[in-house]
Structures are given as C-alpha cells and as structure tokens.
C-alpha cells in the first residue's frame, strides 16, 4: 500500500490545511510522485487553497463517501501543480457522520474505497483532517498508514498533542495495525517568545526523534498564499515561508523511508 499520511490535531488553527496543501505540491513537484490529497473538513480550505470553487463543486468528497456509485475519477480534480490532484470537501460533510450512522462498516468507509484500484494510482495520499475526533477522523485513521500532528506552539497545545497520540495508538490496537503510527510532530506558529520556547522544548523532549528540527514560524507569505488560492511554491518560492515548508516537507518524506518496521507501537 502507499504511503498515507494524515494531518491531524483536533484543534483549529494549528496548520494541518496549509501542511497538507503544500506538502503535497511539494512531494509532486519536487519528488516526482503521484499525490492525491483528499479534504474532509466541512470548510473545503484545502480546495479553496488550490484554487477549487469549492462551493459549486460536485460531487465531492461526502458523495464519494456516501455513494458507492460516484468514482474517485469523478471527485478527484487537477489542480494548477502537474502530479496533484485534490478531491475537495465542503458544507455537506458535517452531514457525514449522521448520514453513515447505520452503518455498522461506517468507520471503514474512506479506507474501503481507496482500497478500490482506481486509488491505486497514486504513490502518496494525504489526509486534511477537521480539527474534531468524531467519525470522520477515525475514518482517516483507519485509512492512514501515518499522522503528522501539527502543533501551534501555544498554551494548552501540548494537550491536543497528547490525545492524537492516544488516540492513534488506540486505533493501532484496536484494529491491528501495527504499521500505523506517528511518524512526525510539527510546531507550527512559532514566534521568539519564551513561553513558545518553553513549549518547544517540552515537546521536542516528549518526542526526541520524531520531532520536526524546523518549526513552522509565522510568515505572511503562507497567509497570503492561501487568500490567493496558490500553494506557497507558486505564490512565494523564494519567501522564508517556503524554507521553511520546503524542510518540513523533506522531514516527513524522510520520516517514511527511514520507518523500520513494527516500531509503530511505540508512539508516546
Ligand atoms: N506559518 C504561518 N504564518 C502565518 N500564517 C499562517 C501560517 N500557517 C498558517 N497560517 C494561517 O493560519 C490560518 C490557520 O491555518 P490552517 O492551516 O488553515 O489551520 P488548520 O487547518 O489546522 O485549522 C490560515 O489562515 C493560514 O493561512
Ligand atoms: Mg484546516
């Protein structure tokens, strides 16, 4: 199976949207592979980020979730970077885990279709995950092979850092997936203040090895990028923001390659 990677922290704001949007453009344009990135946040902010119109879209990631009749081919969309493609997400998703309730295989759905050989395609997916734990991230677990957990380097952060690692050890067990496992944490926000620099250490002492070298500081250029619906290597290539985007992206490719098997028990 190909490497799936999913961007996870239940709190908003940490930058899983812009990890992902410009990791994957990064690991296309710069790595040659075939990346699909799916959205499952009812906002769409990884679309919108690729320049989809994600409110007139269709369909998208919620049919191909709900309707076993509508194909990836029909709600994966090119986007301006050659080897990216982006299935989109918006409004209709909050109605996902209402609608898959019944569904006994409910937290299988994402995993079971991209088990289907038209997502064999791709050497790398990545997951857009909604700053929640309910179904719809469990189904992005269940389906990832690892998580990258993006961190704001504030108050209380710690915390949700904590429960994704939790959380993901459960589903580990739970479903006998030794091959899941954290394979990066991200400080993200990063600005020259004590408090931030406190908390960097903490979290580089609780994850010694899997903690990127790089925080993600602030830049403007990300922000902008964004509002522009263009990936930072289009909008800013030259901006310190692209830097340091370019280094986390090295570390989570790295992170995979260097994986050893059976050591995804060892999380915490
Ligand atoms: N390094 C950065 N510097 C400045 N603004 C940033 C940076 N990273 C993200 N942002 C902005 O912060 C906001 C939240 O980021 P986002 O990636 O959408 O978080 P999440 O997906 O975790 O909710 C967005 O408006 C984004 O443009
Ligand atoms: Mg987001």
Same mark, same amino acid.
């Given at each position: 199976?190909?490497?799936?990677?999913?961007?996870?922290?239940?709190?908003?704001?940490?930058?899983?949207?812009?990890?992902?949007?410009?990791?994957?453009?990064?690991?296309?344009?710069?790595?040659?592979?075939?990346v699909l990135l799916l959205d499952l946040d009812t906002q769409g902010h990884a679309g919108k980020s690729l320049g989809v119109d994600v409110r007139t879209t269709?369909?998208?990631?919620?049919?191909?979730?709900?309707?076993?009749?509508?194909?990836?081919?029909?709600?994966?969309?090119?986007?301006?970077?050659?080897?990216?493609?982006?299935?989109?997400?918006?409004?209709?998703?909050?109605?996902?885990?209402?609608?898959? @309730?019944?569904?006994?295989?409910?937290?299988?759905?994402?995993?079971?279709? *991209?088990?289907?050989?038209?997502? @064999?395609?791709?050497?790398?997916?990545?997951?857009?995950?909604?700053?929640?734990?309910?179904?719809?991230?469990?189904?992005? *677990?269940? !389906? @990832?092979?690892?998580?990258?957990?993006?961190?704001?380097?504030?108050?209380?952060?710690?915390?949700?850092?904590?429960?994704?690692?939790?959380?993901?050890?459960?589903?580990? !067990?739970?479903?006998?997936?030794?091959? *899941?496992?954290?394979?990066?944490?991200?400080?993200?926000?990063?600005?020259?203040?004590? *408090?931030?620099?406190?908390?960097?250490?903490?979290?580089?002492?609780?994850?010694?090895?899997?903690?990127?070298?790089?925080?993600?500081?602030?830049?403007?250029?990300?922000?902008? @990028?964004?509002?522009?619906?263009?990936?930072?290597?289009?909008?800013?290539?030259?901006?310190?923001?692209?830097?340091?985007?370019?280094?986390?992206?090295?570390?989570?490719?790295?992170?995979?390659?260097?994986?050893?098997?059976?050591?995804?028990?060892?999380?915490?």
């Amino acid at each position: 199976m190909s490497r799936r990677i999913a961007f996870i922290n239940e709190k908003g704001g940490t930058c899983k949207t812009t990890l992902a949007v410009n990791l994957a453009a990064y690991f296309a344009r710069k790595k040659g592979q075939r990346v699909l990135l799916l959205d499952l946040d009812t906002q769409g902010h990884a679309g919108k980020s690729l320049g989809v119109d994600v409110r007139t879209t269709s369909p998208n990631v919620f049919h191909f979730l709900c309707d076993r009749s509508v194909s990836l081919s029909e709600v994966a969309r090119p986007t301006a970077t050659e080897g990216l493609t982006v299935v989109p997400s918006y409004k209709e998703m909050s109605e996902f885990p209402v609608s898959a @309730a019944p569904d006994p295989r409910r937290a299988f759905r994402l995993a079971e279709r *991209l088990a289907e050989p038209a997502a @064999a395609h791709y050497d790398l997916v990545l997951f857009d995950a909604p700053p929640s734990m309910g179904l719809t991230t469990y189904n992005i *677990l269940v !389906a @990832a092979t690892e998580v990258v957990i993006p961190v704001a380097l504030t108050y209380l952060s710690l915390d949700g850092c904590a429960e994704v690692v939790e959380t993901v050890r459960r589903v580990s !067990a739970e479903h006998d997936r030794p091959d *899941l496992h954290v394979s990066l944490v991200v400080p993200t926000l990063y600005r020259k203040t004590t *408090l931030a620099d406190e908390i960097l250490d903490k979290l580089r002492s609780y994850f010694p090895d899997r903690c990127a070298k790089t925080p993600l500081g602030l830049n403007v250029k990300i922000d902008e @990028a964004q509002s522009h619906g263009k990936t930072i290597w289009e909008y800013a290539p030259w901006s310190r923001g692209a830097t340091m985007l370019q280094e986390i992206a090295e570390a989570v490719f790295s992170a995979g390659a260097q994986r050893k098997p059976a050591a995804g028990r060892a999380v915490a």
